[in-house]
């Protein structure tokens, strides 16, 4: 008797508990329509899965969830019955490609989509739905869910996090990681930094000396005055993907509905592939790989043939590899005074009527671009691919250009006055907006608190409105340079990109930051089970 006394207490309390709930649900990103009913599911031993082939991914990713996180082991049904206690994904075209729709009610859990991306973010939110809102009897092996409606989709359809690895190589364990949490969260873009001036990070076959040499250093600039500090660490540092590594990171990528966009840098940023093979170069010497961050010692000589032979059989290899189409080239932070001090690249701008090194910098990346475009891709850059006068180690006769550059191209803004953006969207080029002092997460919490990563957004407030299309998202970048360890890195990731995920899927009238703070209390937790080292006092700190 008193253990049946004990199990009516237990049941009454069960489900009674989330009764005085407020109308809110623990979901990041937030949904863009959610609404809640009286009613309640039950999710038991009891609860079986509707199979059908084409969510088998979905399903076993279901199983796993409530097997490992609560021990239920769900069952698979193969019809759908009236009176059984039920999950199932329902085929809906009408919905929009990322988009779902997920009700629970008294018996069912539907989620509703028109491909396999709109079916897994809804798996997304059932999970965080199971994990932060939901109440768990662990004698009695239930979950009681509240009922809910939800009609869902992204703002927009460019919704990145990028690692820097070129500075300090991370490997596959820890990107999988981050994989992990973008999928959580929604993202869909990995945007993977894997060549610069401290370190190139993937194999290329043809040319193997990048790996052997331009993979490692013998030392890193460390300290606590960081960009201007003289202090070495005095150890080698190194690292790189195999091209079969890679390989498996984009299938995980891919089984998480991320596309993997890699960037191999030119023409700067390229001492690492100088230090392995010189001619590469403008001046043609002998060099190391930098052990001092910043802008490098030398820039590709874009000029000679061979050079672009050799840029574009490493694209080719890239390529192969990545099934994106999209491939970023860098672009940013070229000095000019390696090609004005050259010969040999003033007589080629004489011959082909370049007048400035801004004109040279267009005249390559349009012809890389077209390059990429014959591979059925496109070529995304940084600010500067554009020609402007970003730095103040340029002057302005330098950057004056009379080059177009190629409609096709995608900018990847992250600095320049936002006039510069809106002209480039008036003038129907696709952006993503990564301006740095709101999305740039190497940033201290000082400079960039988590209330201004998330007040972010994307669209310049003075872009017309028929423009706006033409902003088709927002990246966060993780840049390498003093994240020597992983909880470095952790540290500065997390929370923000939880931020940028709303932003990047939330409506912008739906977002609410005290509401999100609240929300990311839930998330610690999952982070702190993962032993990600996360900022927890960066949810109070202010603008």
């Known amino acids: 008797m008193k253990t049946k006394s004990l199990k009516t207490l237990i049941l009454f309390l069960f489900f009674n508990i989330l009764n ?111 994990s932060y809102n939901a109440y768990f009897s662990k004698e009695l092996k239930t979950l009681k869910l509240k009922e809910v409606a939800i009609n869902d989709a992204p703002r927009f359809k460019w919704r990145a996090f990028m690692l820097d690895e070129a500075r300090y190589f991370k490997g596959k364990q820890k990107v999988k990681l981050l994989l992990d949490e973008m999928s959580h969260l929604k993202m869909n873009v990995f945007h993977w930094h894997l060549t610069d001036d401290q370190g190139w990070r993937i194999e290329i076959k043809k040319y193997p000396l990048l790996t052997q040499i331009g993979s490692k250093r013998r030392s890193s600039q460390i300290g606590p005055l960081e960009w201007d500090s003289p202090i070495q660490s005095g150890e080698v540092h190194e690292g790189f993907y195999t091209q079969e590594e890679i390989k498996e990171i984009i299938e995980y990528a891919n089984e ?70 999209v491939i970023h080239i860098g672009g940013d932070e070229v000095k000019y005074n390696h090609w004005k001090s050259s010969k040999s690249v003033n007589d080629y701008m004489k011959k082909n009527n370049l007048k400035t090194p801004a004109d040279l910098q267009i005249f390559f990346t349009n012809k890389i671009s077209k390059f990429i475009e014959s591979k059925n891709k496109r070529m995304m850059g940084w600010s500067e691919i554009m020609g402007y006068n970003l730095h103040e180690y340029h002057n302005k006769n330098d950057t004056k250009t009379s080059q177009i550059l190629a409609k096709e191209s995608i900018i990847h803004f992250w600095k320049g006055d936002l006039d510069l953006a809106i002209a480039a969207a008036s003038n ?85 930051f005290n509401d999100f703070a609240i929300n990311l209390k839930s998330f610690q937790k999952r982070w702190t089970e993962k032993r990600i080292y996360f900022a927890p006092d960066s949810i109070t700190q202010k603008k």
């Open 20 to 130: 005085s709930t407020a109308q809110n649900a623990i979901i990041i990103p937030k949904p863009n329509t959610i609404s809640f009913g009286q009613g309640t599911f039950l999710i038991d031993e009891n609860t079986s899965i509707v199979f059908s082939e084409s969510s088998k991914k979905n399903i076993n990713t279901l199983q796993e969830y409530f097997k490992s996180n609560f021990n239920i082991i769900l069952k698979i049904a193969e019809k759908s019955d009236e009176k059984m206690n039920k999950i199932q994904f329902i085929s809906d075209k009408s919905i929009s490609d990322e988009g779902y729709q997920l009700t629970i009610s008294n018996h069912t859990i539907n989620i509703v989509a028109s491909t396999e991306k709109g079916w897994f973010y809804g798996l997304q939110t059932l999970i965080q739905i199971c």
């Open 256 to 325: 998480r509905h991320i596309t993997i966009v890699p960037e191999i840098e030119m023409p700067g940023h390229s001492s690492a592939a100088i230090a392995s093979y010189s001619w590469l170069g403008t001046s043609k010497n002998k060099i190391e790989v930098p052990t001092k961050f910043g802008v490098g010692t030398d820039v590709y000589d874009v000029t000679d043939p061979k050079v672009y032979e050799f840029l574009t059989d490493v694209l080719e290899e890239v390529m192969a590899l990545f099934p994106s189409k």
């Open 428 to 512: 129907g080029y696709e952006i993503v907006n990564s301006l740095h002092n709101f999305t740039y997460l190497d940033y201290n919490y000082k400079n960039l608190p988590l209330s201004k990563a998330y007040s972010f957004d994307p669209i310049p407030e003075n872009l017309e409105v028929k423009y706006h299309d033409k902003i088709i998202g927002l990246g966060c970048q993780m840049w390498g340079e003093w994240i020597p360890t992983n909880g470095n890195m952790h540290f500065l990731v997390f929370p923000r990109i939880a931020a940028y995920a709303e932003i990047g899927w939330t409506l912008k009238g739906h977002k609410n």
